[in-house]
């Protein structure tokens, strides 16, 4: 199977100068890290030099969003063929942007299938509210929100296109992490979920979610979760080339 895939999503954070600074410093404490793919998702001001900076790093960059047509009047929005061959990956469906921006269910599969359809590979990412898991709907609310992620697919994207990031939004920059037993159970679930509904099988299974350098050995060493989506953490070099080291040594071996 595939490497874990850790990946930093910096959010609206960093002027341009900084970023660049932050990603020579990620660079430079992640170094070449054996089994373990890293990606940093920077703001799209900051694509374009943190690119030359990860050159032959290794590290592949990635946008934490990205339009639903190639191009067009639709201003402000970058589309996936402005990223398509110097950046690796594109983020879509952060809860972010769903709960605070209005983004839908629908337009997020429309995103994911512009980006998989111009070369990108693409993070959906998914996840229940506060409230949904406590009416104990949290894998009704995953399940719907895969399956308008795949909608607009005529046939189901390769397992390489794409990873699925389970995020339970209370866990986002609030410090509560999910507990490694509840994280696993629904990125099981996810996995389960593709395979009876899509015939897809080895896609990767991300947690994000207040993961830090002290939390992720124990997330990593679940079954199903297949690395993380950081944001807080990295932030800072160190904290998040130690998530990076953790994913390289707790990962279960069977993967
Ligand atoms: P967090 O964010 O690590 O700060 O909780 C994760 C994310 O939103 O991807």
């Given at each position: ?15 341009v ?10 660079r430079?404490a ?19 030099p943190?690119?030359?900076v ?7 960059l ?10 067009g009047?639709?201003?402000?929005e ?12 594109a ?32 993070i ?9 898991r ?15 992620a ?23 920059g609030t ?10 159970e ?11 509904g899509f015939?897809?099988?080895?896609v990767?299974?991300?947690?994000g979610g207040?993961?830090t ?13 297949d690395g993380a989506?950081?944001?807080?953490a990295s932030?800072n ?18 993967r």
């Amino acid at each position: 199977m595939t490497a874990p895939l850790v990946a930093g999503n910096w959010k609206m954070n960093t002027t341009v100068q900084e970023g660049i600074a932050l990603a020579t410093a990620i660079r430079d404490a992640v170094g070449k890290p054996g089994g373990v793919e890293v990606a940093i998702l920077p703001p799209f001001t900051h694509l374009w030099p943190v690119h030359d900076v990860l050159e032959g790093s290794g590290i592949l960059l990635g946008a934490q969003d990205v339009f639903w047509e190639t191009s067009g009047a639709y201003t402000g929005e970058i589309s996936p063929t402005m990223l398509a061959g110097w950046c690796d990956l594109a983020l879509v469906g952060h809860s972010e942007r769903r709960h605070l921006l209005g983004e839908t269910d629908a337009q997020v599969g429309r995103k994911f299938l512009c980006a998989v359809s111009s070369g990108l590979r693409v993070i959906v990412a998914v996840g229940e509210t506060e409230s949904e898991r406590d009416s104990g709907t949290t894998f009704a609310v995953v399940d719907r929100q895969l399956d308008a992620a795949l909608a607009p697919f005529e046939s189901p994207p390769a397992a390489e296109s794409f990873v699925i990031a389970y995020e339970p939004v209370w866990a986002i920059g609030t410090g509560r992490t999910a507990s490694p037993e509840q994280a696993q159970e629904v990125c099981r679930h996810i996995k389960e979920h593709l395979a009876a509904g899509f015939a897809i099988t080895g896609v990767r299974v991300l947690y994000g979610g207040s993961v830090t350098a002290d939390n992720a050995a124990v997330l990593f060493a679940e079954a199903d979760i297949d690395g993380a989506l950081v944001g807080g953490a990295s932030l800072n070099s160190d904290k998040f080339a130690a998530i990076v080291g953790a994913a390289a040594t707790s990962s279960p071996p069977a993967r």
